[in-house]
């Protein structure tokens, strides 16, 4: 494929790798080297649940591409004292040094053995993305395999990609990277905020548009009226700051009022 004017056009297949949304398959318009557009790979549309569409949040990859600011090298620390008034020093490095001083401390842990006298691992890594890069990012998976326990316990940094605080406390409280509902096998859904169809990608909208269409009820609990509040059987408008207290409450009512009305036994296991 060319240009009017002879340039050279091609369309690269690939994903969206920004959120734990997707993969969302999409293809890149290059042209003359230079990517351009981002569009659906409809090709794909019978092995994704996204039927080959891409949500929003896609669109930018170009603008993120081309950003001047882009960091596109490894960063070094230079300055060891940390603290809200203290300036890092983040200086660039070539990826052989990167890859070298990395290389160099792992034999070191390797060599006093992987755990330490507590049974914790020696390693600790946050990849920033909620684990989203080690499951799409080929061969790194095996890399970490190969090296042996590694701490997750911080692993929902999220750094460049997201900044939502229910990734960090759901990793410290109970080891998941999001508080989703599990919508294919739930009959009724209580959101605290969740605007799942802003920010769910195209397999987050579709699966709640396929559970509304069996009949699940959602209930969206939030101050404002979100997208998801108007897709919603019920939208609860509470004041700003009290979704403890309405938690808490809920949670009296069903445990002293209403206890009959608890499965128990499932509870139990």
């Given at each position: ?18 959120c ?13 080297g ?38 596109s ?29 990395i ?80 919508t294919?096998?739930t ?46 059987a ?10 403890a ?25």
């Amino acid at each position: 494929m060319s240009t009017p004017d002879g340039g050279t056009v091609k369309k690269v297949p690939t994903y969206c790798y920004q959120c734990v949304a997707g993969p969302d398959l999409l293809t890149v318009k290059v042209v003359d080297g230079v990517a351009t557009e981002i569009e659906p790979n409809f090709a794909a549309a019978e092995v994704t649940p996204s039927a080959g569409k891409v949500c929003v949040k896609a669109f930018g990859l170009v603008q993120k591409m081309y950003n001047p600011n882009r960091i596109s090298t490894p960063m070094k620390r230079t300055n060891p004292k940390k603290g809200v008034d203290q300036d890092p020093g983040f200086v660039p490095i070539s990826w052989d040094e990167a890859l070298d001083t990395i290389a160099e401390r792992l034999h070191a842990v390797q060599a006093k053995g992987p755990n330490d006298d507590s049974g914790y691992p020696r390693i600790a890594a946050s990849f920033g993305g909620g684990g989203t890069p080690t499951y799409y990012m080929g061969t790194l998976p095996a890399f970490l395999a190969s090296i042996g326990p590694i701490d997750f316990g911080f692993g929902s940094g999220q750094g460049v990609k997201c900044y939502h605080s229910e990734h960090l406390y759901g990793e410290l409280w109970h080891r998941a990277f999001t508080v989703a509902p599990d919508t294919p096998n739930t009959e009724f859904i209580l959101s605290f905020g969740y605007n799942v169809e802003a920010s769910g990608g195209v397999c987050g909208v579709k699966r709640h548009a396929d559970a509304r269409a069996r009949g699940v009820k959602r209930v969206q609990i939030e101050p404002h009226l979100s997208v998801t509040g108007a897709c919603s059987a019920e939208w609860v408008p509470i004041k700003p700051k009290t979704d403890a207290a309405f938690m808490m409450g809920l949670i009296h009512v069903l445990l002293h009022e209403q206890r009959q009305r608890l499965d128990i036994p499932f509870l139990k296991q």
